[in-house]
């Protein structure tokens, strides 16, 4: 009876935390769809309030001492048993958190929020030198946190773990070495292949409202469920949860690129799928939360790619295409549109690249994270960094910062060690569909 009061008042306590983290998800929302622009600094002090207050009860002595009480009882004796989950995880969450200092969380809070709209307006006048000085204080900041993480005197490992629990950079590089030495020669047999798709084709006018209405259909044929989640615009797509009932996924349209807009829907419904189907009973609690954000990133890289960019899929969507953009798609074929969706080109654009150069605009990003976070990269350097790392792996150079080290908004927002879960999402998901094929023929 001791142990079961113990654990119904650590998840209590670990209920409240989420509630109070979902509030400042709110907020976090509301910034990248609707916040005025003179709104921004407000934001940043209420988040990095929201941040302080969440710190403060997620560190509390008590959760710690909840935690010794149970850990090694009969309790959670089964390792797979819903206790004792949520018992490892909320002690490594404890763990991880006591090491950081309040005041380094709500600074980083703080910077992050008002370095995301500094870098909106660096992308859009594509000038790296504005939003430098912000992502030195980033660097310097994730630096501070490493520190206190003390994570075998690699700082880069301490925030990858944050994202995928145990993986280590030497790991990832030796994945990275085995799909450059794949990847590469496959890119050029497919760029030197004399069979071209119509490129043009994608670029035909493709009226937002259209595509928004298409994403929809497509999405709520899918499964993701409208009444418990919304689709809205942003400067970069992503995903929150709100809370149980209240999933919201976002994109951005191009009139004329139809991916930019559909795939952005495919790649966030993927991440919206996962989290209309965790349990909401155990909100609040490890059990109710992602495995990880790479088993995250699996789920979205699936849909958007796997499943979104095959030939089954396009033969049962296409009418539908059809008749929201009927012009665009006058005298296309199933097979001509299958086609140039699955275009293998080197690229510029991250979110643009298909499916087989992909893993090298992330291995780019990997290598460059590493770098700045050691020290060997100063953040002045990193636009003719990133060029010479384009033109190293993907033979293109970027013309302008925009299209460039600016493209991404990760960093601004603090994402150190992000960019790899979207590799090993890939690897995921090809493993998970193949294993779903093995069982359904």
């Known amino acids: 009876?001791?142990?079961?009061?113990?654990?119904?008042?650590?998840?209590?306590?670990?209920?409240?935390?989420?509630?109070?983290?979902?509030?400042?998800?709110?907020?976090?929302?509301?910034?990248?769809?609707?916040?005025?622009?003179?709104?921004?600094?407000?934001?940043?002090?209420?988040?990095?309030?929201?941040?302080?207050?969440?710190?403060?009860?997620?560190?509390?002595?008590?959760?710690?001492?909840?935690?010794?009480?149970?850990?090694?009882?009969?309790?959670?004796?089964?390792?797979?048993?819903?206790?004792?989950?949520?018992?490892?995880?909320?002690?490594?969450?404890?763990?991880?958190?006591?090491?950081?200092?309040?005041?380094?969380?709500?600074?980083?809070?703080?910077?992050?929020?008002?370095?995301?709209?500094?870098?909106?307006?660096?992308?859009?006048?594509?000038?790296?030198?504005?939003?430098?000085?912000?992502?030195?204080?980033?660097?310097?900041?994730?630096?501070?946190?490493?520190?206190?993480?003390?994570?075998?005197?690699?700082?880069?490992?301490?925030?990858?773990?944050?994202?995928?629990?145990?993986?280590?950079?030497?790991?990832?590089?030796?994945?990275?070495?085995?799909?450059?030495?794949?990847?590469?020669?496959?890119?050029?047999?497919?760029?030197?292949?004399?069979?071209?798709?119509?490129?043009?084709?994608?670029?035909?006018?493709?009226?937002?409202?259209?595509?928004?209405?298409?994403?929809?259909?497509?999405?709520?044929v899918l499964g993701f469920d409208f009444e418990r989640g919304r689709l809205d615009t942003a400067r970069h797509p992503f995903f929150c949860t709100i809370g149980p009932g209240d999933c919201r996924i976002t994109t951005r349209y191009n009139t004329h690129h139809f991916n930019d807009g559909f795939f952005g829907i495919l790649h966030e419904v993927g991440h919206g799928l996962y989290e209309q189907g965790l349990d909401p009973e155990h909100f609040g609690t490890p059990m109710g939360e992602a495995a990880s954000i790479a088993i995250h990133e699996s789920q979205s890289r699936l849909w958007e790619n796997l499943v979104g960019r095959s030939r089954p899929f396009w033969q049962f969507f296409f009418p539908a295409a059809q008749r929201y953009f009927p012009q665009a798609l006058a005298g296309v074929t199933v097979d001509d549109f299958h086609f140039v969706l699955n275009r293998v080109e080197p690229s510029l654009n991250r979110i643009r690249a298909d499916a087989v150069t992909y893993d090298l605009h992330i291995l780019v990003r990997f290598e460059l994270e590493q770098a700045l976070m050691r020290g060997d990269l100063q953040v002045a350097d990193m636009p003719q960094a990133w060029n010479n790392a384009y033109r190293h792996y993907l033979g293109i150079t970027p013309s302008n910062d925009a299209e460039g080290c600016l493209q991404d908004g990760h960093w601004s927002a603090g994402l150190i060690g992000y960019f790899p879960t979207y590799t090993l999402g890939n690897i995921f998901a090809a493993q998970l569909l193949a294993r779903a094929e093995e069982e359904l023929n």
């Open 1 to 220: 009876m001791r142990e079961e009061q113990v654990y119904a008042e650590l998840l209590r306590r670990a209920r409240e935390e989420a509630v109070l983290a979902s509030c400042a998800t709110l907020l976090e929302w509301d910034e990248d769809t609707y916040l005025p622009r003179a709104g921004v600094e407000h934001r940043g002090n209420q988040l990095a309030l929201l941040a302080g207050l969440h710190h403060q009860l997620a560190t509390h002595p008590r959760v710690g001492e909840l935690l010794g009480e149970l850990a090694g009882s009969d309790f959670v004796a089964d390792p797979h048993s819903p206790a004792a989950i949520n018992v490892r995880e909320l002690g490594r969450t404890y763990a991880r958190l006591t090491r950081l200092p309040r005041g380094l969380v709500e600074e980083l809070t703080r910077t992050t929020t008002l370095a995301q709209h500094e870098w909106a307006a660096a992308h859009e006048h594509a000038d790296f030198a504005r939003f430098q000085p912000w992502l030195e204080k980033i660097i310097s900041l994730k630096r501070c946190e490493a520190q206190c993480l003390d994570f075998h005197a690699i700082p880069y490992d301490a925030l990858l773990d944050e994202f995928d629990p145990g993986s280590r950079s030497r790991e990832i590089a030796r994945l990275f070495e085995a799909l450059r030495r794949e990847l590469v020669p496959l890119v050029a047999a497919f760029t030197s292949a004399p069979r071209k798709p119509n490129r043009e084709i994608l670029d035909r006018r493709f009226a937002p409202e259209q595509q928004r209405a298409f994403g929809i259909q497509v999405a709520g």
